[in-house]
Structure formats: C-alpha cells, structure tokens
C-alpha cells in the first residue's frame, strides 16, 4: 500500500500534468508557450487577466490536501516574503484590495493612537478621479474626504491643491493611490504630511513594484495596501495585504480590525501566547475573562485562505519578470503609436515632461524620478480628434480587445456619491473645480500591459488602433 506522502506526491505530479495540458494559455506571454493559436479579431485580447504555471496549481492543491483552509503556514510564509521584497515591517493578508483599504484606515481611527485618532468629522485629503474603495473607507468611518483635482496626464493629484485642502485641526491624513501604475508625487504628499504631523495611506494596490526615485512605493507612507486580484501585479485570486512601513504598533491594529475587533493577538488555533489569557481586564469585563473574547474595536472577519497564500508564493518568485513585461509592453504601445499624437494624449510618468522614440522621457528639473511598473497603457482622447472615446471604446470591444474607463473617472460625479452630498452636505468636501478629473472622466481609456499579453496580441492591438483613427 502506498503511504499518504507517495499518494499526495503522485496527485501532485498529476495536478502538473493537468496544469500543462489545459492552462497553457495563462503562462506569461514573455515565454511564449505553444498553445491555443491567437486568431485576430476572434481570440479576446484581455486587458488583464491571471498569468500562472504548473506551480501555482500544484501550490494550491498541496494546500489543500493539507486541508488547514483558514489563514495558517502558507499565509505566515507569504506575509514574510511580501514584506522582505518591499522592505517593510510587516504585511498583513487580507481578502481583497478594498478591505486591505478599509482596514488600513480603520486602524487609524483605534482609541490607542490617542492624540493621532482620527475621528468622526475629520478630514482626509484624497484625489477625485479613481477608484472608489480608495475614498469609501473615509467615509464608513465617519470622516469626511476632501477631495483634491487630477493631473489628466499623470492621473495622479494635482500637488498645487494641497495646501488649499489643508485646515488646521481638522485635516487629519492624506490617502491616495498610485494611478496606473504611476506613482503620485511622493516627495511633494510626504513633505506636506511631514510639515503638518499627518498619517499617509499608500494605496499601492495597482503599483506593486513600482520605484521612487530607486525606492519601491508601498514604503513611503505609514500605511500600505495592495490587490491580489486578478487583474493586479500578482494574484491570489482574491486578496489584498496592508503593509506596516514603520511603527509595529499599527500591526496590532490592523490585525485587530482584520480579526472582530478583538484584543488577543493570537494567531487563529493558537492560544495564550502572551502567557496571561486569563489575567486580564479590559472594559467592564471581569478580570480573568478569556483573551480571545476580549474585543477592543468594532471588526470585521476579512482574512484570505491559506491556500490562497501558497498561490501567492510561487506569484511572488515570478514578480520581478513580471514587472519587465509590463515595462515593456507598455514600452512597445507607446513607440508603435508615437504617430497618433494628433489624436491621442498619452500618459506620463509623475516628473517626467515627455516622451520621444529616440531619448524616451524627458524630465522636469526636480531631480525626482519615477519607474512605472505600469497597470495599463491610458490614453486621452483629444477634444479635436474626429472620434469620441466612446467610438473608440467601442471599436476596441468589436475588435475583441479589452479596455476600462479609468475606474470611476470622477468620483463625485458617481451616484453613490452625488446622493451623499444631498443627503449629507457635510459629508465630502471639493477643492476647486476638478476639471482634470472630468477630462479623465470623459476622454481616457485604457488597455492592457499586463504579462499574459504575445507579441502577436500587441501588435494586433496595434494594428487595430492605427486603422480605427487612420480611417477617421
């Protein structure tokens, strides 16, 4: 009779038979794996998608046989990992990007930062054009969101409203994300909220190995978040982490928000590792009452599965590759379409001035640099072009090649949002008259970069774009 390791060593070696036989088409297209022939105009041109191998596969079933499910060995390795390659304290799993987002705020509104608490009614500086789970957080914890214009080239705020969105006493943060890929201007937000003892959250969920100046994002602020959807740098299916860049006093926080709300700091199925369960007393509780049991906040339960994290492992070995593909994939688009300018406002790296095929960007004299380890190729569509962006929009979707809208373009513009404002005036607050949003609202689109893509799918994506403006 076989013993249990020779039968789970003969599932696996199966499980990478299967793997290689039917997921040929989600190897990175950098490997150029033989499988399903690309048929122009037939086969979809995803604009992101899950890039894997036999690894991740035979990852995820060894977890499984394992059987311990909840958040265990694979997810303490993985929290390890993540936080060595992006050189902070610690990272923390969690289920997805929005509640990696929502957590990380919520630690900061915890009784235990005292005079650093954020409260009900303080103020957050964020920007308009984007995600909305970036902004939601602000306000299910009962502070109010200022929200600052976009730079519609970069896509990331527009610094000079800073200090206008500024009141002493009541702003209290600043929580942005990284558009695109881009990084916002890191030294201009950390100088700001360095000069006015204001926390800064990172959402760095679409910029995960992104560099400023030679520094990986996700390290500048106090708080960091990333996405592992599918979509994102690296997935686990679904997912997210916030990373500790500094103080260890906030991962207990964040823990707690992730875990009920509770006081104990015991890792799920261990118990007493602070040697004193029962000794002490918190609230109005007895003392002696069960440490477990003791909660210190008002949490959630959005922690990931185990085999979840040993997905994100075998990711994570493959991130550096995966960077320089989206690198240059982007790299590609921008030199094939240098001739569409006539038509199209193409994006630019935070601090660069501009591009050209023969010295790349050109940049400003700050002295600052950004690398962008890019989520998608955004493009303006020019007022004057002889098409809208909603002709292109659907020129692509006929020609099966995926493309967004920059996520929720001008967020206040949304329902969600609009009704807030009548129900609630005090709800939100704007800066100005956010005109770079609206243009991001109404002119951009994006398409893909990501490291699934063949050459023969970028050059189709190409060809495509050159015929549809040419003919116009």
Known sequence: MNSPQEIKAEILRLTRQYSAAVHRQNHPGYEKITGPNFVPGTTVVPY???????????AAISSTLD?????GPEGEAFEKELAQFLGVKSSILVNSGSSANLVAFSALTSHKLKEKQIKRGDEVITVAGGFPTTVAPIIQNGAVPVFIDNDPITGNANMRFLEEAFVEGKTKAVMMAHTLGNPFNLSAVTEFCQQHDLWLIEDNCDALGCRYDGKLTGTFGDISTQSFYPPHHLTLGEGGSVNIVKQPRLKVLVESFRDWGRDCWCASGKDNTCGIRFDWQLGELPKG???????????????????????GRQQLKKLPNFIQARIDNWNFLRTALADLEEFIDFSLPTHATGWSKQNGFDWDNSGHRTECSWFGFMMLIKPGAPFS???FAQALDAAKIGNRMLFGGNLVRQPAFVQLRKDYPEALRTIGDLKGADRLMNEAIFIGVYPGLTTAMLEYVVETIQKFCRKK
């Open 289 to 311: 009452y069960d440490h477990k049991y003791i909660y210190s906040h008002l949490g959630y339960n959005l922690k990931p599965l185990d085999p979840q994290a040993a997905i």
């Open 67 to 71: 059987f311990w499910l909840t958040l």
């Open 389 to 391: 962006k909603l002709e």
């Open 48 to 58: 992101a998608g899950r890039v894997f191998d036999e690894n991740e596969v035979e």
